[in-house]
């Protein structure tokens, strides 16, 4: 194998595949009014972007994982890298809206390349506390995209309209090609999966069978659809509920994700993942609970924002351990453990975006929150309890 790249180039090259899930979701979004205008479309369509990209997210992250075990890092990166190129360049030059969706969901995919390989990147290189370390790192520069990519894009849209925003897209798209080319193959030939290319796909009936690891991505998943929750809701509930203004809404919103980032790098501090995944977890009902009352009794906006940044800040504690745990628990099969492990988690976020939006959005908010916090909860408990189940049996076996 070639030589290996720099702690630093390597932390700061996955720390920009990991944001390319925010940007290419959240930069575009204070533009979507105009976007009305421009395609001659009323905003259910104009949303149809945002859809085609999540589903791209997520479908992406089932092909280029397993793509990455069988050939490697370095080419399928390369490949994905600048089939975002492309499609950035399609969603600029759509002339309709349908054509606008399907570039966003080639561009989803592609980002999804960027996002499944930087975490099998990431357990090539690392493991146990230097992986939690890494993805920790990793998690918190991740945090900063959803602060950057909308206040980013909403200063841009006056001046440079949202085509402006997808050549800032296809800019940044241009240095990851160049990161990729630099980049050194971390999973050299001998670790491959060596089977036909048919016969990939087979082997996630493997990881499936691993119980700890699908409750870890289950619980990751309904964690994902609290975040989500959050991210559809808020910009309805703070300026239409709250008649804040979009500036206003843009500053909390970074907060929030701040809160979130920070929280992700304290995850490291406790002695073992576990701790971090059920403190976090526990923590996620209790806040989601009392917020949930709060919200179906139209609290006030303070509120609302405390308890949501108690919410987010446990959401950060288990974004980390889990993804820890579930990508340590197969190792074997990295590429394809993380693309079930991102793909479940855009799927989640697909499915509850719209519920929030269903009667009463204080109170279809606040439900959700609950009842993603619970079920999370209860895929911890059932990771968890075979560790706990040993640790008891291994510290009864000492006493004399």
């Known amino acids: 194998m070639a030589r290996g790249n720099s702690q630093i180039f390597i932390l700061v090259f996955l720390g920009m595949l990991t944001a390319f899930g925010p940007f290419v979701i959240d930069m ?30 997520a479908v992406g992250q089932l092909f280029f994982g397993p793509l990455s075990d069988k050939y490697g890092r370095r080419l399928p990166l390369i490949a994905a890298m600048c089939l975002f190129l492309l499609s950035t360049l399609g969603c600029i030059y759509s002339g309709t809206i349908m054509q606008f969706a399907g570039w966003r969901l080639i561009q989803g995919m592609a980002g999804a390349g960027g996002i499944v390989i930087s975490r099998s990147i990431a357990t090539d290189k690392y493991t146990g506390r230097d992986l939690a370390k890494m993805l920790a790192i990793i998690g918190a520069i991740n945090g900063v995209a959803p602060v950057a990519a909308p206040i980013a894009g909403g200063a841009m849209a006056g001046s440079v309209g949202w085509q402006g925003i997808f050549w800032t897209l296809f800019g940044l798209g241009i240095l990851l090609v160049f990161g990729s080319l630099h980049f050194n193959e971390t999973l050299p030939a001998v670790r491959r999966q060596h089977t036909r290319w048919a016969d990939v796909y087979k082997n996630f009936v493997t990881i499936l069978k691993n119980r700890q690891y699908v409750c ?40 929030n994700a701040i809160a979130i980032m920070l929280s992700a790098v304290s995850a490291v501090k406790f002695a073992h993942p576990e701790q971090a995944l059920y403190r976090g977890s526990a923590g996620m009902v209790i806040v989601s609970f009392f917020l949930c009352l709060a919200l179906c009794a139209d609290c006030s906006f303070w509120v609302y924002e405390l308890l949501l940044l108690g919410l987010l800040s446990m959401l950060g504690l288990t974004f980390t351990a ?79």
Not at 238 to 252: A, I
Not at 324 to 334: H, I, Q, V
Not at 350 to 362: E, F, K, R, T
């Open 28 to 57: 575009y979004l204070p533009t979507l009014p105009a976007m009305t205008d421009f395609f001659h479309a009323n905003s259910s369509q104009v949303q149809l972007g945002l859809t085609a990209s999540m589903i791209g997210l």
């Open 216 to 255: 870890y991505i289950l619980q990751y998943g309904f964690a994902q659809g609290v975040l989500f929750s959050n991210i559809a809701s808020s910009p309805f509930i703070v300026q239409q509920h709250y008649g804040f203004s979009p500036l206003v809404f843009s500053v909390c919103f970074g907060v």
């Open 322 to 400: 889990s993804n820890t745990l579930a990508m340590d628990s197969e190792r074997a099969n990295a590429g394809m453990a993380s693309a079930l492990l991102g793909a479940l988690g855009f799927a989640f976020g697909g499915i509850v975006s719209p519920l929030v939006g269903i009667g009463n959005i204080m109170v279809s908010t606040g439900i959700m929150f609950f009842v993603g916090s619970v079920c999370a909860l209860g895929c911890t408990h059932m990771a968890l309890h075979r560790v706990f189940s040993r640790a008891r049996h291994y510290r009864g076996q000492r006493k004399p």
